[in-house]
């Protein structure tokens, strides 16, 4: 009986398999979707192989020894300068500046790997002295820099980067206003001095090259900026260089944003949020490029970042190199920074337990909300900075502009899985052209060539050092790396650290 009640008594059911979701406006599978951002996120961030890490630090070297060239020929930047390297160029919107000004380099066709180095002319936190910043005469976010009140060497040093108030007042005619201050500190003169002495530094290394070192093939002037794309082994790395005014502390006009709650309270303290802030050679809308320059809170950013949900910095990432080109024809007002700023102010709307999310579909959901952002932000003509919301960084967009940008948002948004494929396979090229250029050097390196006797002395140094690591590092990676070129130049790499 038990046997037959068994056999007529009702299966569970199988459990129903959850429906792929999509995307209400362009119809693609949010779990593809997901799929190709990471695909991309991964092709983007390929961990960097031996001779890739050696060839950055070499690189880095080389603009860090020509940086002290500047100041020993120069001898304007400070002794023990503090550098911020941020990873990606200026023209991927690591930094508020005006798009138009930037130049045009293409990955993979220019360059392979690029980044931005802050160098600052003036380091005033390191002085006992009051700092005057003269935002009277500028919009919100752009000040005036008065050197009057710093000590006469200082005055002096810099002098020739200065406007004297009298100055200022017969450019402008009678309705400028009288101030007292005076001795503006000048970006564009202070831009014309750091391009020059960048220039002259190159120079006279590609004068005294020397082995193992890597080749300046360019020093351009893009607005602000001084870019150098240098050669090193197989890689073509680009630096943009740019001079600034180092802080610390806080400035007055931004404490308001310490008194609100934010997303990353509780991740990281205080101290490490507000470390200090830069002026950028950079005006505003219908400024004074001769005197203003424009607040930048770059060492934040580089700690707000560490807090910032992985599946966002996917869908970032993505949307980053989604609107690049739409960006590019023709240049616009509107840079991937406004990205970045509209994905902070994303994180203190939004709750956490969504942006970290670990769903499949997760990265395109968070990729579309960011591009919905973007076209709503650009038709309002509306983007607050996210450290001085009053500033709003779209108010000066022209009407014609905003509608054809919202136009071309539109299009991106209504094939988003189209133009996301379009960066996966661009990112494949070029990682396939970076192997190629890899392999082709690997070859040539290892072709017949004169090499040293192994009974030199220079062999026997080699293997004492690396005798002695091996005895100081125990149980760590201990690589050694010669140049085919200057083989009596060893570098060692003991786990992730050259020397």
């Known amino acids: 009986m038990d046997s037959l009640m068994s056999a007529v008594a009702p ?30 996120v991964q092709l983007e961030q390929r961990e960097f192989g031996d001779q890739t890490a050696l060839e950055v630090h070499t690189a880095k070297d080389f603009i860090f020894n020509m940086l002290g060239l500047v100041q020993k020929f120069d001898q304007r930047l400070p002794v ?10 200026a023209r991927e919107g690591v930094l508020d500046l005006n798009p138009e000004d930037l130049g045009d380099y293409a990955k993979g066709a220019d360059y392979d790997l690029d980044f931005t ?24 976010c752009h000040s005036w820099l008065s050197l009057r009140l710093c000590d006469p060497t200082t005055l002096t040093r810099w002098q020739h980067c200065c406007l004297e108030e009298n100055q200022l007042c017969s450019e402008v005619g009678n309705g400028f206003p009288q101030t007292p201050d005076g001795c503006y500190f000048s970006p564009t003169l202070v831009v014309d001095w750091f391009h020059g002495a960048v220039a002259a530094a190159v120079k006279e290394l590609r004068h005294n090259p020397k082995r193992g070192t890597p080749v300046p093939e360019k020093v351009e002037r893009n607005g602000p900026l001084t870019t150098l794309i240098l050669t090193a082994g197989t890689s073509r790395i680009l630096y943009d ?24 309270d509780g991740k990281i303290t205080e101290e490490e949020a507000i470390s200090g802030f830069y002026l950028l050679p950079c005006c505003g809308s219908g400024g004074r490029p001769e005197k203003e320059w424009r607040l930048a809170f770059s060492r934040s950013e580089v700690q707000l970042k560490k807090c910032i949900p992985q599946p966002l910095s996917q869908a970032f990432q993505a949307a980053r190199v989604i609107i690049a080109k739409l960006l590019a024809r023709p240049k616009a007002a509107l840079s991937p920074y406004h990205l970045r700023t509209l994905m902070f102010w994303a994180c203190d709307r939004l709750p956490a337990t969504y942006l970290s999310s670990q769903e499949p579909e997760a990265p395109a959901r968070l990729l579309l909300g960011l591009l919905d952002d973007l076209a709503h932000s650009v038709l309002n003509k509306s983007c607050p900075n996210y450290f001085l919301p009053q500033c709003n960084m779209l108010e000066h967009l022209p009407n014609s502009t905003a509608l054809l940008l919202a136009r071309k948002l539109s299009c991106v948004r209504a094939d988003p899985a189209e133009h996301l494929r379009a960066a996966v396979e661009q990112a494949r090229e070029t990682s396939r052209l970076k192997r190629e250029a890899g392999a082709n050097d690997t070859s040539l390196s290892s072709s017949p060539c004169p090499c040293p006797n192994p009974s030199q002395p220079g062999d026997d140094r080699l293997a004492r050092r690396l005798q002695q690591l091996v005895t100081e590092n125990p149980g760590k990676s201990i690589s050694v790396f010669l140049n085919p070129e200057d ?13």
Do not use: C
């Open 11 to 40: 299966r569970p059911l199988a459990p129903v398999k959850k429906p792929s979701e999509v995307d209400f406006r362009s119809g693609a599978g949010l779990e593809q979707l997901s799929t190709l951002v990471q695909e991309f």
């Open 80 to 89: 023990a300068n503090e550098y911020l390297l941020l990873s990606g160029g």
């Open 117 to 140: 180095l802050l160098v600052p002319a003036l380091k005033l936190h390191d002085r006992n002295q009051p700092v005057t910043l003269d935002m009277r005469q500028s919009g919100p």
């Open 241 to 264: 260089l740019l001079p600034v005014v180092s802080f610390r502390g806080w400035p007055a006009v931004a404490q308001g944003w310490l008194t609100a709650n934010h997303f990353w």
């Open 487 to 499: 083989v009596s130049r060893p570098h060692f790499r003991i786990d992730d650290k050259f020397y």
